[in-house]
């Protein structure tokens, strides 16, 4: 069974940094395009970066030149790399992934969520 696990969330002043992390496991044959998003409170889900399997990458543009994602193909991660954060960073974050599962099954995971609270 499939599954993606996200870590690094937490609590940080204005102005400081987060590194998120997030793991496919579990029958895992081949990890697609993965994609952060996040969740404020009472607003819906937004997308907030995207990286493709080949390593292209998409930053939405109100997190652009703060935010970078990364990946390690070998590994099945992804990492969301948040510097210069800012109180309307707050939210839920979520790593979203299409994977292709060794049974050759095919399709879309969400994580369980991380926490990130950007508070002075």
């Known amino acids: 069974q499939v599954q993606l696990v996200e870590s690094g969330g937490g609590v940080v002043h204005p102005g400081g940094s987060l590194r998120l992390s997030c793991a496919a496991s579990?029958?895992?044959?081949?990890?697609?395009?993965m994609r952060w998003f996040r969740q404020a409170p009472g607003k819906q889900r937004e997308l907030v970066a995207t990286?493709?399997?080949?390593?292209?990458?998409y930053i939405v543009g109100s997190v652009k030149g703060r935010f970078t994602a990364s990946r390690d193909n070998a590994k099945n991660t992804v990492a969301l790399q948040m510097n210069s954060l800012k109180p309307e960073d707050t939210g839920v974050y979520y790593c979203?992934?299409?994977?292709?599962?060794?049974?050759?099954?095919?399709?879309?995971?969400w994580g369980q969520g991380t926490q990130v609270t950007v508070s002075s």
């Open positions: 979203n992934a299409g994977v292709r599962s060794t049974d050759w099954s095919f399709r879309d995971y």
């Open positions: 579990g029958g895992v044959f081949r990890v697609n395009t």
């Open positions: 990286i493709t399997d080949g390593g292209e990458t």
